[in-house]
């Protein structure tokens, strides 16, 4: 069975910083681009940042400099959220795409999804 496990959600302030990590399981991952989408309350789900199995990223324009994402081994992928917004608040869900790259996988989304983690910024 293919799993994606989030981590690393809770409740902070604006400022503070965050760091979300992803493990998979049940295949190999080594040659998929990982990512993390969110969804915020009564919004869409929306691409945040991708990292491709050679180390290639993408962010979305409202986390760029303020989001680092990286790849901790073949199945394992972290974000590191730093000078967090009220506006980053959503359920954050990490993403596994066998033939997508980190420019593409915001339209084309993952084969594989975790279940989410909550994360809220109080102003």
């Known amino acids: 069975q293919v799993r994606l496990v989030e981590s690393g959600g809770g409740l902070v302030q604006a400022g503070d910083s965050l760091r979300l990590s992803c493990a998979g399981s049940?295949?190999?991952?080594?040659?998929?681009?990982l990512a993390w989408f969110r969804q915020a309350p009564g919004k869409e789900r929306e691409f945040v940042a991708a990292?491709?199995?050679?180390?290639?990223t993408n962010y979305a324009a409202s986390v760029k400099g303020r989001f680092t994402i990286s790849r901790d081994n073949a199945n394992t992928v972290s974000l590191q959220m730093d000078s967090l917004k009220p506006e980053d608040t959503a359920v954050y869900y990490c993403?596994?795409?066998?033939?997508?790259?980190?420019?593409?996988?915001?339209?084309?989304?993952?084969?594989?999804w975790g279940q989410g983690t909550q994360v809220t910024v109080s102003s």
């Open positions: 993403a596994a795409g066998r033939l997508t790259t980190p420019q593409n996988i915001g339209d084309l989304g993952g084969d594989d």
């Open positions: 049940g295949r190999t991952f080594s040659l998929d681009t």
């Open positions: 990292v491709s199995w050679s180390g290639g």
